[in-house]
């Protein structure tokens, strides 16, 4: 059973501050990994995408993947009340042709003005 | 380029009864994946379309159904509906490229009395 694990929160923090969203998988083999944010009513957004460890970074958002240790985690500096979210983490399982993306049950973010 | 569009955006059906829905991808994408989300599961996958064929299906029952057309355009099925049926369907779309990145439509929001 493959699987995607985060903390449902809520992660409350004070604007300006930055946010540390965290998500550990249970397959050494996944290569893809991705964050999504989800506003209350709407449909995910695509945020970052990340493929090699290390850190990647976009504007006040920064990935960082570690596959030896099986976790992705996603920094938003600078935080604001528009922030305010469910971030979901994603991650891609299979070989080319049969591949599925895989959701964690996402963290709820506040940021506090 | 515009995004994924979803029709319709809400329906509401009664038990027992079918129901069909619509997902066109952005211009370009040859793939369509297919979600439910619901509060309890969250996002699950349902089905994943290539080239007017099924690629990848996930663990729903075979009352869940899809197709896709030439123009990549992709309809879901529901037949037999049940109250648990009731969730946002949500069709993302990708380039199929080494990235794999999917980009969600607003979603269809079913409601089943």
């Known amino acids: 059973q493959k699987e995607v694990e985060q903390n449902s929160g809520p992660l409350s923090v004070p604007e300006g501050a930055i946010a540390s969203l965290n998500c550990t998988y249970s397959?050494?083999?996944?290569?893809?990994f991705f964050w999504y944010r989800q506003y209350s009513g709407k449909s995910p957004e695509l945020i970052m995408s990340?493929?090699?460890?290390g850190d990647k970074e976009d504007g006040r958002f920064t990935a960082q993947l570690n596959k030896a240790s099986q976790y992705v985690s996603l920094l938003i500096r600078d935080s604001q009340p528009s922030d305010s979210a469910t971030y979901l983490c994603?991650?891609?399982?299979?070989?080319?042709?049969?591949?599925?993306?895989?959701f964690g049950s996402g963290t709820r973010l506040q940021v506090q003005p | 380029k515009a995004g994924v569009t979803q029709t319709p955006r809400y329906l509401i059906k009664t038990r027992g009864q079918q129901v069909t829905l619509s997902c066109s991808p952005i211009?370009?994408?040859?793939?369509v994946s297919w979600y439910q989300q619901t509060p309890g599961q969250g996002l699950q996958f349902l089905f994943e379309?290539?080239?007017?064929?099924?690629?990848n299906k996930g663990n729903f029952p075979g009352r869940f159904s899809g197709r896709q057309f030439s123009n990549s355009r992709s309809e879901m099925n529901v037949s037999t509906l049940e109250l648990g049926d009731s969730a946002l369907y949500l069709c993302?779309?990708?380039?199929?490229?080494?990235?794999?990145?999917?980009?969600f439509g607003p979603g269809t929001r079913l409601t089943v009395t």
């Open positions: 211009s370009g994408h040859r793939s």
């Open positions: 397959d050494r083999v996944s290569q893809s």
């Open positions: 990340i493929y090699s460890n």
């Open positions: 994603a991650v891609l399982w299979g070989d080319t042709g049969r591949r599925a993306l895989t």
């Open positions: 993302a779309s990708s380039s199929q490229g080494s990235s794999y990145e999917q980009y």
């Open positions: 379309y290539f080239s007017e064929t099924q690629r």
